[in-house]
């Protein structure tokens, strides 16, 4: 156990606030002094010794466990208890087994997977040579050596490879989820150790200074100091724990981190607990239910001392008091009749507490667990939310969250990748003011694009792709040799951070977006193909004039790297003398740096960026600039004094960067489609008629975020409507966002005054003004299902939608505005948050969340997403072309923005009806069991004597009741899954929790107060005058107790099955089976085999007319009323899921079983509206491999890649 500790053990308060790190290499007694973390992993939570106390401790932590202990230990007080500690000690120890059980799996699945990974076994350099030592036994300062395919030990800093440059490569999936390779690279300085060369790593002496452990993947910073020499270190010189080596054939590494200091330890803490409305409202309830608990008690043991006073004192000859209590007859007679009536009514205080205990279900929790885990696997098992293309299905990662599906209110989701492809395609081009890209001939003539349309060959490119081109006019262009569509293309092949890698003859690109691909793959199509990389030049191919295919070779001195801030990226290249400065990004960003010499053409390009924007397009403009060799030499050290800075490194690069982008001359802008995925617009219709708000928070442009909008019909022409927020400043946004509430609130009045009932006539008054922008509120009403009708003015009322840029968005998140912010978003229909940087988008999440009583759900593909994804009630993660981060923040995850329509509508509102169901009938079936023990008092003189048999009271709610409910909650639904989908209003109950609420409970606890005096009293009156066939009275505390609970389980078993609206095999057996084994139970427990002091009950009251007869006409009498109640609500207040079964049920009548086929009824759709709108920017949001290519980065070489030069790294100087 001390050795586990030990192990385990964390660094104290003061190392904790360790601010940066020291690693001395070979020097293991320097390193020691600091007592950092070892590399033993322990994330299990208990050991053989511990496991029981230490889980035992934490279920005790939950106030109704506590609560049931304190019972048990009341109840083997024998003046307190009437009840057996049996009835209590059955069902608190086998949810304590149960609970203890799955945690204890759970831990030792833990503990597998830790002795797994701490006995691997890595090759550490110890005492001048290489010996396999196990990973647990790894400690900072090691050397490592490594090979191909094996797992990286410890977060290493690179020193050397056996690749050409000590380039690395590394699969990051365990960190980030991401499959495709990284490159890494040591230092020059390091890299001069070859394979084996164990006497020079041995005499290594080197000091790393570098950033204390923490959780940021992508960033290290520190420098190495070696050979009197200070060099910058960065995150490409840095093996993370948790990747794998690839390609590479060997290679050596420096432990910086170990153990629980690594990042991938650092990242792998727990999620954000995450509680559900119901959970939060049970705990509400499961208090009033203890209040009630105390209520009832306190007026028996009140009542006790009364009739104790005023009766009980007579008859202490017959039924004398304790010893102890005053005035017994037992004793001396000491003390008064009062005193003694007190100390028994004190007693009969925790004997009723102990009797009415089961107020509070024990059961419960583990009840709700168990169908949650079942409804998770509905969903895994869902054959139409698998996607074939992917082999993926949809999967719940989360079991605590299933009936909160049922009760979305607000979608935030992602644009690109979510909801649409991100599979880009180079559509169209603006070059010199002319637009290329809509079908044209050899002279520009347009022409009509159908099928017969042809499109241009590319076949005599070798490297050509799959692009489709239909503009002939912009390939005449090129052929001619013309000098701004060569510069264009030349730009595309070079600018970027691709790699390239001959694969089987074919040339093979790794980009990190696919924003680059389509662009470097564009280019390339064209007859400007790039080729290959080294850390100092790009290769690429240009056909000219003649035709003839030339190589090319620039040198590389720098790369100005992309990032959200930037939303641009810049490449300085070399070539003939030549410095350029070439530069693509978003156009408001490249725009702004241009030279006054472009002002023309800018303005020509600008329309071409609107007319891309009005289609969708996701654009960029490009720009470039001649570069003074003596003004790149100052900025060269500019940039290498900001590369080697320890502090605020990130800020330093980006203030140098912003001083060479200036004053540029612009060439033109590209336009990209990222088509929707399939079902897009008929999901978010649907989801929208389901009263349903969707924000979409994306770093498009406004325009392109707009016109998305529209084709995914988030946005839609019956709005009344769309508001456009731009503002620029902090008062022009307050004034806007006012300006919007103002109009809608204006709307909305103007309509109200003209509605007359369910027939309200429309009212549109609308400002078209570009300036006032246009925003949304939806309202739903239920209709008869396949009943034609003229349509509500809600339906008509089209509600309103908001679109919000950037720049407007950073003042409506700041503290005056936000709430004004929230109540203009909260009137709208639909939202478009536009060029929204990560933070903004979790920031957007947090203020619905933290200021609405409403349930939020977050749906991205992308890192970008995951602080969104997190923040949400509710994380969806889409498996998309952006890695899987987002599905591993995620509670749930599928291919598909449209599967998210079928989890909410179908399985969100079944989960959300079952546990509903489940938790009414539940409470209800318990309230009728205990309270029938209080009717009883009144006939006992309030003396807490049960009036059902100990072994029934300990097993009512694991073995008799149990079954039932738990296949309602398992199996019911309410109209099959097609029906869900066709009529989306039979989602809205779930938004104002209309199921199960404060009123629902309410109304059980009446229902149960009820039965339970319907129950006592008939079971009483059946009893009390009957005569057995020799003359004997019938009434005795036996056969009252089972009288009763033969009612009891018959009353609350039936009123089960007319709850259960969707009947199964299951249902058939475990509904009729529990009826079933109350008798078997019974019938054995009270036979002479056990001696039970009960004995002969069964058999005694089965042989009566009066038990079956009275058994009859109490269910049925008890049924009756709970029918006329259902009849009553169906044909007064029905809703739409009763007008769907109803008419199902005749339809399938008529058709002779055949199922009914409902179309929803359509409304009156008003005239489309013709808008303005533009669209632009869309580029990669994270950064690419600029870094790693500047400072001597380069895709491995070998047989399939080739260099063309060798000459001296440029580049990795400079940086």
């Known amino acids: 156990m001390s050795r586990l500790l030990k192990r385990c053990r964390r660094r104290d308060s003061t190392d904790s606030e360790e601010t940066e790190r020291k690693v001395y290499s070979n020097d293991p007694p320097s390193n020691q002094v600091f007592n950092y973390a070892n590399n033993y992993i322990c994330t299990s939570k208990y050991t053989i010794l511990s496991f029981l106390p230490l889980n035992l401790f934490e279920q005790f932590q939950r106030i109704a466990n506590t609560y049931f202990l304190i019972l048990l230990i009341l109840q083997v007080i024998p003046w307190i208890s009437s009840l057996t500690w049996v009835t209590t000690v059955v069902p608190l120890v086998l949810v304590l087994a149960l609970t203890a059980l799955k945690d204890a799996y759970d831990d030792y699945q833990r503990h597998q997977s830790d002795n797994e990974v701490n006995n691997k076994e890595s090759m550490v350099l110890r005492d001048g040579e290489f010996q396999s030592e196990r990973w647990q036994n790894v400690i900072v300062g090691d050397i490592i050596r490594m090979k191909d395919d094996e797992f990286v030990a410890a977060d290493l800093l690179l020193l050397a490879t056996s690749e050409p440059n000590s380039l690395c490569y590394i699969e990051t999936a365990e960190l980030d989820g991401e499959t495709n390779l990284k ?152 003390g008064s009749k009062a005193a003694g009536s007190t100390v028994i009514s004190l007693l009969t205080f925790f004997s009723y507490l102990i009797l009415f205990n089961t107020l509070v279900p024990i059961s419960l ?127 595309l092949s070079l600018c970027h951070t691709v790699m390239a890698e001959t694969k089987n003859g074919k040339l093979v690109y790794q980009a990190q977006s696919p924003d680059e691909e389509a662009l470097v793959g564009a280019a390339r199509n064209f007859g400007f193909v790039f080729k290959s990389r080294s850390p100092s030049t790009v290769t690429i191919d240009v056909v000219d004039k003649d035709g003839e295919i030339k190589e090319e070779v620039y040198k590389l001195l720098c790369i100005l790297d992309f990032n959200n801030v930037r939303k641009r990226m810049s490449v300085i290249v070399e070539k003939d003398g030549k410095i350029q400065l070439l530069c693509k990004g978003a156009d408001t960003t490249v725009n702004a740096r241009l030279s006054k010499d472009s002002a023309d053409l800018l303005t020509k390009t600008s329309v071409h960026l609107n007319e891309y924007a009005n289609e969708g397009l996701r654009t960029l403009a490009l720009a470039h600039k001649e570069l003074n060799r003596q003004v790149y030499e100052e900025w060269k050290e500019k940039h290498y004094q900001a590369s080697i800075s320890l502090t605020d490194r990130e800020q330093k690069l980006h203030d140098v960067y912003e001083l060479i982008e200036v004053e540029m001359t612009l060439i033109g802008a590209t336009a990209i489609e990222d088509k929707l995925q399939d079902g897009v617009p008929d999901a978010i219709a649907n989801l929208a008629n389901a009263g349903i708000k969707i924000w979409v928070l994306t770093g498009d442009k406004q325009e392109t975020a707009i016109n998305i909008g529209y084709s995914s019909k988030l946005l839609t022409s019956e709005m009344e409507e769309v508001f456009v927020i731009s503002g620029e400043t902090h008062e022009d946004v307050k004034q806007q966002l006012t300006d919007a509430r103002d109009q809608m609130k204006e709307l909305t009045k103007q309509f109200s005054m003209h509605t007359d009932g369910a027939a309200m006539e429309r009212v549109y008054t609308t400002s078209s003004s570009p300036e ?51 109540e203009v978003g909260c009137m709208c229909k639909a939202v478009i948050c536009c060029r929204v940087t990560p933070l903004q988008k979790a920031q957007v999440v947090d203020l619905v969340k933290n200021h609405k009583s409403s349930i939020t759900l977050a749906i991205g593909d992308g890192a970008n997403d995951v602080s969104m994804i997190k923040t949400a009630h509710i994380g969806v993660g889409i498996s998309g072309q952006e890695g899987m981060q ?78 039932p409910i738990v296949m309602l909650g398992v199996f019911d639904q309410d109209v099959n899954d097609e029906y869900s989908l066709e009529f989306p209003k039979l989602y809205t109950p779930g938004l104002t929790a209309m199921f199960f609420n404060k009123k629902i409970f309410a109304l059980s606890l009446l229902e149960g107060i009820l039965t339970s005096c319907g129950i006592f009293f008939f079971s009483y009156g059946c009893l009390i005058d009957g005569i057995e066939h ?69 058999r005694h009251m089965g042989g009566t007319a009066v038990y079956w007869l009275g058994l009859l006409l109490c269910v049925v009498g008890i049924l009756v009323i709970v029918v006329s109640i259902k009849l009553a609500r169906l044909l007064l207040n029905s809703n739409l899921s009763d007008k769907l079964r ?18 929803p009824k359509t409304s009156i759709r008003r005239e489309f509206r013709t808008q303005s709108i533009r669209s632009g920017y869309a580029f990669a949001h994270e950064e690419g491999f600029g870094e790693l290519i500047t400072s001597g980065r380069y895709i491995r070489r070998g047989d399939n890649a080739q260099v063309t030069n060798q000459e001296p790294n440029a580049a990795a100087v400079n940086a």
């Open 1030 to 1098: 020799d003359g004997k009275d019938m009434v005795s505390l036996e056969t009252l107790s089972f009288m009763s609970s033969s009612i009891l389980i018959a009353v609350v078993t039936l009123r089960c099955a007319l709850d259960t609206n969707y009947w199964t095999p299951f249902s058939h057996v475990f509904i009729w089976g529990s009826l079933a084994i109350f008798y078997i139970v019974h019938g054995i427990l009270y036979s002479d085999v056990f001696g039970y002091e009960y004995v002969g009950s069964l």
């Open 772 to 822: 006032s922008g246009q925003v949304a509120l939806v309202s739903f009403q239920e209709h008869n299902a396949g009943e034609e009708s003229h349509p509500t003015g809600e339906e008509s009322f089209g509600g309103f939608g908001i679109v919000i840029n950037g720049h407007s968005l950073v003042e409506g998140l700041s503290e005056s505005l936000e709430m004004l912010l929230l």
């Open 886 to 963: 987002a599905v591993l923040s995620s509670d749930f995850s599928f291919a598909q923005f449209r599967f998210l329509e079928r989890l909410l509508l179908v399985h969100g509102r079944w989960s959300y009806l079952r546990m509903c169901k489940f938790l009414g009938y539940f409470f209800y079936k318990n309230f009728s069991f205990t309270l029938t023990h209080f009717w009883f008092a009144w006939f006992i003189g309030f003396s807490a004597q049960t009036v059902f048999d100990a072994a029934f009271i300990a097993i009512y709610n694991v073995v008799y009741t149990s079954a």
């Open 1142 to 1159: 109803h008419k199902a049920s005749i339809q399938r009548a008529k058709a002779g079983g055949k199922a009914l086929t409902l179309r």
């Open 183 to 334: 490159v890494r690279q040591a230092l020059t300085e390091t890299a001069v150790i070859g394979e084996d060369d164990v006497p020079q790593l041995s005499r290594l002496q080197c000091e790393v200074i570098c950033e204390a452990p923490n959780n940021v993947l992508s960033k290290f910073e520190g420098t190495l100091k070696l050979n009197n020499d200070t060099l910058p270190l960065s995150n490409d010189q840095i093996l993370l724990r948790g990747c794998v080596l690839r390609n590479t054939k060997w290679c050596y590494g420096l432990v910086i981190f170990a153990g629980q200091d690594t990042k991938l330890m650092k990242n792998s803490g727990q999620a954000k607990f995450k509680r559900t409305q119901t959970d939060r409202l049970l705990n509400t309830l499961i208090i009033g239910i203890v209040v009630f608990l105390l209520l009832i008690t306190l007026a028996c043991a009140i009542a006790c001392g009364v009739w104790e006073t005023l009766t009980g004192d007579d008859f202490q000859v017959y039924l004398p008091w304790e010893s102890f209590v005053p005035h017994t007859i037992l004793g001396t007679k000491a």
């Open 365 to 491: 929790y583990v009840s709700v667990e168990f169908l949650r885990q079942i409804q998770s696997l509905w969903i895994n098992w869902d054959a139409k939310m698998y996607y074939e293309p992917k082999d993926t299905a949809a999967k719940a990662r989360t079991t605590a969250l299933n009936e909160e599906l049922g009760q979305i209110e607000y979608i935030f989701s992602d644009k690109t990748g979510t909801l649409t492809q991100n599979i880009m395609t180079f559509n169209k081009c603006s070059i010199g003011g002319r637009s290329f890209g809509d079908p044209a001939d050899w002279e520009g003539n347009p022409i009509q694009l159908d099928d017969n349309t042809p499109k241009h060959d590319f076949s005599k490119n070798k490297w050509c792709d799959k692009l489709v081109w239909y503009d002939k006019m912009l390939v005449r262009c090129i052929e001619e040799g013309d000098d701004s569509c060569m510069q264009f293309f030349k730009l």
